[in-house]
């Protein structure tokens, strides 16, 4: 079973932030939280990841609580082609990729 | 930089029948993974190789095998083929080594198998 949990959806105006909530209670010290998109059709796309400090790259933000049991993925102007199901999940540092389990993910539809 | 391609992208095949699918990963990259998903399951891990080397399997049964050649190019197998195998199997690459960094995954278009 998947240790995150995120909503099963969500709606966005086109041109708003989007912000992407997920709980990740069980997160041990040693494990980044991980978040990854796809598109219909397509395979899963990295956006960003972190520990415990907030991460910023040029496709969103990352705001991880300070107890690092959830955090937020933050796409500041949503695009229509941002319509994707997004997943969180948390990985530990250099350890096998067996334990890397995609939840059910958030269906994200950004509307005009 | 070419990404992960795999090949076939669509087949059909029929129960009993078995299935070999290919992936090849990112110039350089050594680490592949490979990934079962579906719409009730979701996305669920299968194996991951690193240097010709099975590091971890996922919990299925033993009809699923794969293999990691010397140049990072990896295949996976599945025999006796059920209906309940029509899936996406997504192969993965990435720069991640064994407890030395956490390479993102880089992943593939997928192969759409289905199974009648």
């Known amino acids: 079973d998947a240790k995150t949990t995120q909503p099963t959806s969500m709606d966005c105006a086109e041109g708003r932030a989007a912000n992407l909530p997920c709980n990740h209670s069980?997160?041990?010290?040693?494990?980044?939280v991980y978040w990854y998109r796809q598109i219909h059709s397509q395979g899963p796309q990295y956006i960003i990841h972190?520990?415990?400090n907030n991460e910023t790259n040029e496709m969103a933000s990352l705001i991880i609580t300070e107890d690092r049991k959830s955090s937020t993925l933050i796409l500041p102007h949503a695009t229509l082609r941002d319509t994707a199901v997004y997943y969180c999940?948390?990985?530990?540092?250099?350890?096998?990729?067996?334990?890397?389990?995609f939840g059910k993910g958030t269906k994200l539809s950004v509307k005009p | 930089k070419a990404g992960v391609t795999q090949t076939p992208r669509y087949l059909i095949k029929t129960r009993g029948q078995q299935v070999t699918l290919s992936c090849s990963p990112i110039?350089?990259?050594?680490?592949v993974s490979w990934y079962q998903q579906t719409p009730g399951q979701g996305l669920q891990f299968l194996f991951e190789?690193?240097?010709?080397?099975?590091?971890n399997k996922g919990n299925f049964p033993g009809r699923f095998s794969g293999r990691q050649f010397s140049n990072s190019r990896s295949e996976m197998n599945v025999s006796t083929l059920e209906l309940g195998d029509s899936a996406l199997y997504l192969c993965?690459?990435?720069?991640?080594?064994?407890?030395?960094?956490?390479?993102?995954?880089?992943f593939g278009e997928g192969s759409r198998l289905t199974v009648l």
């Open positions: 993965a690459s990435s720069l991640r080594l064994p407890g030395l960094n956490t390479g993102e995954l880089f």
């Open positions: 069980t997160i041990s010290g040693n494990e980044y």
């Open positions: 972190g520990l415990k």
């Open positions: 999940f948390q990985m530990n540092y250099g350890g096998s990729q067996g334990n890397l389990i």
């Open positions: 110039s350089g990259h050594r680490s």
């Open positions: 190789y690193f240097s010709e080397t099975q590091r």
